[in-house]
């Protein structure tokens, strides 16, 4: 059953450098997903450290962290039906070599260690994610507008 549930993603810098920005917020805008956060960010090598804790003992640790600071990143909270599942495949795989075309990584990406972005891999992911980047209180609330709406001069 679907449910309406809440991802992070993350545009890393080569994505930020390379102006894919905007492609990117329109491929999900597109899906039919809710945008209910969005900051430019340049965090500090704590704070990514804390984001990645799960990769810490990988060898490619340092030079991850050195990548991520290397220029500002855009953090987006989306939501929607499905969210995690359906932004992970928009993603495609972590390898972009393996990331089938008409995903995001499948088009943009170069390499595996510059794959354009970050997305959450679970529910639970997700919400510590949210809360690391965002806080409680980064999260806007709101109704889409509807066809019944109108506005009046």
């Given at each position: 059953?679907?449910?309406?549930?809440?991802?992070?993603?993350?545009?890393?810098?080569?994505?930020?450098?390379?102006?894919?920005?905007?492609?990117?917020?329109?491929?999900?805008?597109k899906r039919?997903?809710?945008?209910?956060?969005?900051?430019?960010a340049t965090?500090?090598?704590?704070?990514?450290?804390?984001?990645?804790?799960?990769?810490?003992?990988?060898?490619?640790?340092?030079?991850?962290?050195?990548?991520?600071?290397?220029?500002?990143?855009?953090?987006?909270?989306?939501?929607?039906?499905?969210?995690?599942?359906?932004?992970?495949?928009?993603?495609?795989?972590?390898?972009?070599?393996?990331?089938?075309?008409?995903?995001?990584?499948?088009?943009?990406?170069?390499?595996?260690?510059m794959n354009?972005?970050?997305?959450?891999?679970?529910?639970?992911?997700?919400?510590?994610?949210?809360?690391?980047?965002?806080?409680?209180?980064?999260?806007?609330?709101?109704?889409?507008?509807?066809?019944?709406?109108?506005?009046?001069?």
């Amino acid at each position: 059953m679907s449910t309406t549930e809440q991802t992070y993603i993350m545009i890393k810098p080569d994505g930020v450098q390379r102006g894919l920005v905007g492609e990117i917020i329109a491929r999900f805008e597109k899906r039919g997903f809710k945008l209910v956060a969005l900051k430019l960010a340049t965090p500090s090598k704590e704070h990514l450290e804390e984001h990645y804790k799960d990769l810490s003992s990988k060898p490619f640790f340092p030079r991850l962290i050195e990548y991520m600071m290397s220029g500002p990143v855009v953090c987006m909270v989306w939501e929607g039906l499905d969210a995690v599942k359906t932004g992970r495949a928009m993603l495609g795989a972590t390898n972009p070599l393996a990331s089938n075309p008409g995903t995001i990584r499948g088009d943009y990406a170069l390499q595996v260690g510059m794959n354009v972005c970050h997305g959450s891999d679970a529910v639970e992911t997700a919400k510590a994610e949210i809360e690391l980047w965002f806080g409680k209180e980064g999260i806007n609330q709101y109704k889409l507008a509807s066809s019944s709406w109108v506005y009046e001069a």
